[in-house]
């Protein structure tokens, strides 16, 4: 691609996305507000009253000084009505993202009853630690083996002005790219059996989800979320290769406890010819040795109980 046309695009998709961060509204705690209400509850009642005044004036003839009154009483509660609100009510671990005709003015993170500037209206975004679990992928690791494999992410808004403006719906968001990352890390780990320099996605589980969580939290970050922390909940190869994997493992584990067992039975066996001729109990030729190494090993190695043949004869006759 031309460096011009790559600029373009690059310049294009900065203007595509929305570009704002969270800032700190205007906002007065419990105790302002309450004894606000407190004045504006008096107030209404006293334009109410006003109001009832004037209509009483009125049907009394007194028509002018009655209509000032019904007014001024009107103006009053319209009033009060608009200032009314400045109240919102936040529960503990939300906060309210407030918009004033459409623009973004900021985000009320105080609890509790608090005045805020009139005529906004916001919506309401968790700060709260959130979990989900994707699905079970099915993908390729580096070996091209099919695996099965999921995760568990935790996560919560950290900026919440781009969680509401900057994304369409962040909680569908990050569940999409959760799974893309989930895939795209497991295609580059083995299954097991890494090799020099590699980590398995079996035998490194600690490392291939501190390296899933950073890519989960570049991806989410547009968004402003924040990853705490991603694990891998399932792994196993797919079906229709478990079974030969399976027995794999199993070839592995035969070879490993057969090198054991001969290597056990070789130090036995020079262990055992060292005791005979250092205590002068039997003098072995090299044919005799050889036969004796042979005995040896058999009981040693054989899965089965060996039988012993007993030869009453010479061993050259």
């Not at 009642?45 to 019904?70: P, R, T």
């Not at 584990?253 to 039975?265: D, M, N, S, T, Y």
Request: hydrophobic fraction near 50%; proline fraction near 3%.
């Amino acid at each position: 691609m031309p460096e011009s046309a790559k600029l373009q695009a690059e310049a294009a998709e900065f203007r595509a996305r929305v570009h704002i961060d969270e800032k700190i509204v205007w906002s007065a705690g419990s105790g302002p507000a309450f004894l606000a209400a407190v004045g504006l509850l008096a107030a209404l009642a006293g334009f109410i009253y006003l109001i009832v005044v004037g209509a009483i004036d009125s049907a009394d003839g007194i028509v002018v000084s009655g209509a000032i009154k019904i007014a001024i009483g009107t103006v009053g509660v319209i009033v009060v009505c608009l200032l009314g609100t400045c109240f919102y009510i936040v529960s503990p671990g939300e906060t309210s993202v407030r918009q004033f005709f459409g623009k973004y003015i900021g985000t009320v993170r105080r609890t509790g009853l608090v005045l805020i500037p009139p005529l906004t209206y916001g919506k309401r975004v968790s700060v709260k630690v959130h979990n989900f679990e994707t699905y079970e992928l099915k993908v390729n690791d580096l070996d091209g083996n099919p695996v099965n494999i999921a995760a568990i992410v935790v996560w919560q808004v950290a900026d919440t002005a781009r969680a509401v403006f900057a994304v369409e719906q962040y909680e569908a968001f990050i569940k999409a790219q959760a799974e893309s990352a989930l895939r795209h890390v497991a295609t580059t780990h083995p299954y097991d059996g890494p090799g020099p320099g590699e980590t398995s996605l079996r035998g490194g589980t600690d490392l291939v989800s501190s390296e899933l969580a950073e890519e989960v939290a570049a991806r989410v970050a547009l968004a402003g979320l924040e990853i705490i922390e991603v694990r891998i909940s399932s792994l196993a190869y797919a079906p229709e290769i478990a079974q030969a994997m399976l027995q794999r493992q199993q070839a592995g584990a035969v070879i490993a406890a057969r090198e054991q067992i001969v290597e056990g039975a070789v130090s036995m066996v020079d262990q055992a010819l060292k005791r005979l001729e250092d205590s002068d109990i039997v003098v072995l030729d090299d044919e005799r040795r050889a036969q004796m190494v042979s005995n040896l090993l058999v009981v040693l190695c054989s899965d089965q109980r060996t039988q012993p043949v007993v030869n009453a004869g010479s061993l050259y006759t």
